[in-house]
Each structure stands twice: as C-alpha cells, then as structure tokens.
C-alpha cells in the first residue's frame, strides 16, 4: 500500500517535513505545498535529510506554490518533481492513501 504525504509547513519552522520523512516507508511518495516548499530549495538545513530520503521516496513540490513565494526550478533539490494542480489530483489518485503533516 503506497501513501501520499503532504507537508505544507517550512521545515525552517516546523519539524513536520522531519516527522514525515521519519514515518515514510519505501515506495511513498511526499508532496511540498504551501510553505512546505521551502524543504524542497537546496543548501538549506533541511536538504540532506530530504536528499537520502529521496533514495526510496518520490519528492514532488506544488509548482503554484514555489512560484508564489518566487523559487525558481534552479533552486530546488536535484530529483525533486514539480507538479501542478493536476499533478497534485494525479498523485492523490494513484496513492491509496494521503497523510498530512501539518
């Protein structure tokens, strides 16, 4: 059974991108929304955790959301996928369950 996690806070806030990463299991997928998509920006305090879950763990960022706050595709982690408003409905379809971390 695969999941779809979605983390809308920053982890430069809220440990809640760290919690997540920590009750993932291979095969999950985890979705940046919000001003969660600050954990998906390289050179951060959150990027090596985020990189070796990425080992097991598909990372997609919300592409609305870091337009909003002006991250451009240079700044994010490498592997990290940008999906859209139909993206974010695709990945809740083929995932048979969503968790939220707030």
């Known amino acids: 059974m695969s999941m779809l996690h979605t983390v809308n806070k920053s982890p430069l806030d809220k440990n809640s991108l760290s919690s997540c990463i920590a009750h993932a299991k291979e095969g999950s997928a985890i979705l940046l929304i919000e001003d969660g998509v600050y954990g998906a920006m390289d050179k951060t305090s959150a990027s090596a955790e985020l990189k070796a879950a990425m080992k097991t ?46």
């Open 57 to 102: 763990i598909a990372v997609f960022a919300l592409k609305p959301d870091l337009d909003a706050r002006g991250i451009g595709d240079n700044r994010l982690i490498d592997g990290i996928k940008t999906v859209d408003y139909a993206g974010f409905v695709d990945l809740t379809e083929k995932h048979n369950t969503v968790q939220s971390w707030l």
